[in-house]
């Protein structure tokens, strides 16, 4: 067990100012620099999504002060529409 090494897998619930996604999507999938920063971007319902981090940057996402992942995901957002509603709780 002393040789094993623990995958690290962090899911953040988002809940949006006001809808975002359309109902036939899935995933949404950020490509961006950081490499592997919030990656996965899975739309539970209209105004709701789970942020899907691994390994180090898991890791990482989980020492963030709440406020600080806000802004990050709100930047994130921000990349990959024109216009995104502001996150409400993250």
Known sequence: ???MTMCNYT???VKL???LW???EQYVIRVGKPRGRHVVWQPLAPDLV???NTG???RRVEKLDPEELKR???GC???MYERPPNILVA
Do not use: H, P, Q, R
């Open 11 to 13: 899911k953040t619930f």
């Open 17 to 19: 100012e006001s809808a």
């Open 22 to 24: 359309v109902d036939d």
């Open 50 to 52: 789970i942020v899907t």
């Open 1 to 3: 067990l002393n040789s």
């Open 72 to 74: 990050e995901l709100e």
């Open 56 to 58: 180090d940057e898991g």
């Open 77 to 79: 957002l921000s990349e």
